[in-house]
């Protein structure tokens, strides 16, 4: 299997922080504070994919379907939230020339950018190909209401990226620049989806990983959120931000938000600003609520099938489901739990209702 060559569960890391203590003002410094929900969270499935799959990313349609990218083949799937029908595969990529399909993101409506990476090695060093950023036009498809495509999705290359290694986590700056962090070399390009032009254009020291760190995974998912781009450092286990400018460029210096998120994947965050964190190989949630720089785990447990190897979440977009956080899971391919025990893949969610 493609992953077990991979270190990714090589060393196990840090001890996740204890809680914080419970502080004598109500204010919200603490989930211990708060009454509702209770902890942990409950995680429903989706969509069990077959055994083995590793379900990367995710973006969710406007219409509520979700479009989920798998990384141990370059495919793009797209699941019913309801779970009522099969997932529909959306999109195949040359799988002799790409390692597996990553982050993706909106950029104009129903127009998804994503990241296909080329394979790497062990140690996440490129070993041929070129990565790549594709578009893929959900207006042009049509499935009936049983799954039957009667027309594809629409899916055309919008830039090589020859000066990348390993494309991971991607996020939308405007709608013609979406912004692909590059996990092994630690910075983060910015891509013009129109031309496909692009550049360097954040290459901060907290989106390394360190010398003898336990991962060569540095920054990982990326978000922006009131003129700041946040990103997680996997090997490092920690959220950051740095200011930037609407054209993306970074104003003043990094800081880091939290450090206890232990092999920190892909993050979200909530309308009110709640970060909730994926660690993949930790198979757990975390939260960090808004003013705090303690997280705090939800979900999962690494000694527990629940949210095996969580890699990213994002919120509903229906009226219906916008307190939903939809999480995509690997079901521990890279760090068994246990150190024996790998399930399949799933779409999952958890309501947030509370936070
Ligand atoms: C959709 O694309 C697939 C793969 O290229 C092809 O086999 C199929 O016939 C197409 N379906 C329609 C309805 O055009
Ligand atoms: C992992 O080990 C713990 C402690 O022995 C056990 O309680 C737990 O059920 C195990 N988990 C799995 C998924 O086997
Ligand atoms: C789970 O994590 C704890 C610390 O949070 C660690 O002490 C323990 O060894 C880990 N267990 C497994 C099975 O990885």
Not at 45 to 68: D, H, K, M, Y
Not at 101 to 107: K, Q
Not at 224 to 239: E, P, Q, R
Request: charge should be negative; include cysteine.
């Amino acid at each position: 299997m493609l992953f077990s060559s991979f270190n990714w569960a090589a060393t196990s890391l840090a001890v996740l922080s204890s809680l914080s203590p419970v502080t004598s003002s109500p204010a919200i410094t603490s989930l211990e504070t708060r009454k509702t929900p209770s902890l942990p969270l409950k995680v429903n499935t989706v969509w069990e994919f077959a055994f083995p799959s590793w379900c990367e990313n995710l973006a969710i349609r406007a219409n509520g379907q979700i479009l989920v990218s798998r990384l141990d083949t370059p495919e793009l799937y797209q699941v019913d939230p309801t779970g009522k029908i099969a997932p529909i595969l959306i999109a195949t990529w040359d799988a002799s020339y790409y390692m597996g399909a990553l982050g993706i993101s909106e950029t104009t409506p129903d127009v998804f950018a994503i990241n296909i990476a080329a394979p790497v090695d062990a140690n996440f060093v490129k070993t041929s190909g070129v990565p790549a950023i594709y578009k893929v036009d959900m207006n042009t498809f049509k499935a009936t209401s049983a799954g039957v495509i009667e027309k594809n999705a629409t899916v055309s290359l919008i830039a090589n990226l020859p000066i990348a290694d390993f494309i991971n986590g991607m996020t939308t700056l405007d709608e013609e620049h979406v912004l692909s962090a590059d996990v092994y070399l630690g910075r983060v390009y910015k891509v013009d989806v129109k031309t496909g032009a692009y550049s360097i254009a954040i290459n901060d020291p907290k989106m390394k990983f360190p010398a003898n760190a336990p991962t060569n995974l540095g920054v990982n998912g990326l978000k922006i959120k009131d003129s700041y781009l946040y990103w997680t450092n996997t090997a490092v286990g920690s959220l950051n931000k740095i200011q930037i400018t609407s054209a993306g460029t970074p104003v003043g210096t990094s800081s880091v938000v939290t450090a206890n998120v232990p092999r920190a994947d892909d993050f979200i965050f909530k309308s009110d600003g709640t970060a909730f964190i994926a660690q993949n190989q930790e198979d757990e949630l975390s939260v960090l609520l808004p003013g705090t720089s303690k997280a705090e785990v939800v979900a999962g447990s690494n000694t527990s099938t629940i949210l095996a190897g969580v890699t990213a979440g994002k919120f509903g977009r229906l009226a219906s489901d916008c307190e939903r956080l939809y999480l995509t899971t690997s079901g521990g391919l890279a760090a068994p739990i246990n150190g024996t025990v790998v399930v399949a893949g799933m779409v999952a969610y958890i309501d947030t209702a509370g936070f």
